[in-house]
């Protein structure tokens, strides 16, 4: 990860640079905020890390003024000031995360870490179990290469089942993860989807992928069934 400090004070800049290089990444070095406009410009890092207060321009100022220009590199904004109007303009300004001095420097490297999953796109992978397939960008389900068309609902609970394929997932679980628990549990609202899931995935292919263990939940085949 290639990490962009911005800061005026040259010990906490040295210590900024030796616990990036400990973690095992790349760190420049900008102290000031023209300098640090310049560098977020050209330098392609991964993160920023933005001392508030700076020469020349402020760190928020910096922030508004890049993402003005449309660049969207993740900025984690340091600061004495630790009152909550502060920290709100310094998010408003176009910040990402925010974290007050004095701080600890493995909490700083969490929310670089952090900063910078959420910015690094992940690949979209199938779900399998057997010949049934999901691809979870697209919400196309096909089995033996046949495309299978689902209502949401059910489309959102085979996904639940083939994340978890080989494990019982609770009624709880699937009212949880598919419902956010909005509707009543005594409610048969489940044991329909899943009877039409099996109609849709199963009955037509001659397969029993979705097994249900009563008093335990609903299971998926890792083999398709």
Do not use: C
């Not at 001095?101 to 796109?121: I, M, N, Q, S």
Request: charged share 25%; hydrophobic share 45%; aromatic share 4%.
């Amino acid at each position: 990860m290639r990490v962009l400090i911005v800061e005026d004070e040259s010990r906490l800049a040295e210590l900024l640079v030796q616990a990036v290089d400990e973690a095992g990444w790349s760190a420049t070095v900008a102290v000031d905020g023209p300098s640090a406009l310049t560098a977020a410009r050209t330098g392609g890092h991964d993160v920023i890390v933005l001392d508030w207060m700076l020469p020349g321009i402020e760190g928020p100022d910096v922030v508004q003024r890049l993402r003005a220009d449309g660049y969207d590199t993740p900025v984690l904004l340091l600061t004495a000031r630790g009152a909550l109007p502060d920290r709100v303009a310094g998010l408003d300004a176009g910040a990402d995360d925010y974290l007050a001095k004095p701080f600890e420097v493995d909490e700083l490297l969490a929310r670089l870490r952090a900063l910078h999953r959420r910015a690094t796109p992940t690949a979209v992978t199938a779900l399998r179990a057997g010949d049934l397939v999901i691809d979870p960008e697209t919400r196309r389900v096909s089995r033996a290469g046949r495309d299978v068309l689902l209502s949401a609902r059910e489309f959102d609970i085979l996904v639940l089942l083939m994340e978890r394929a080989g494990q019982y997932v609770s009624r709880f679980a699937i009212l949880d993860g598919v419902w956010d628990g909005e509707t009543d549990l005594s409610s048969n609202v489940i044991d329909v989807h899943i009877a039409r899931l099996r109609a849709k995935i199963d009955t037509p292919f001659g397969r029993s992928a979705i097994q249900t263990l009563r008093g335990v939940g609903y299971r998926l085949d890792p083999a398709g069934g």
